[in-house]
């Protein structure tokens, strides 16, 4: 049977199920956030690939 962590592979653990840890299902969690925005909320980049470009 395959019980393991979706994100890491480990045993699962009851408590964080499906998660093996609180931390796997908080980058579970983050995914989900990022995939249902679609934008990268952290970290701010300086490069703009919309910005009208001058070659
Ligand atoms: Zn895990």
Redo the contacts with the bound molecule.
């Keep these: 049977m395959s019980a393991?962590?979706?994100?890491?592979?480990?045993p699962?653990s009851v408590e964080y199920r499906p998660?093996?840890?609180r931390?796997?299902a908080d980058?579970d969690l983050q995914r989900w956030l990022v995939g249902a925005y679609a934008v990268p909320a952290e970290e701010e980049d300086e490069s703009r690939p919309d910005d009208s470009g001058e070659f």
């Design positions: 393991s962590c979706p994100i890491c592979h480990k699962r998660f093996c840890s931390r796997c980058v």
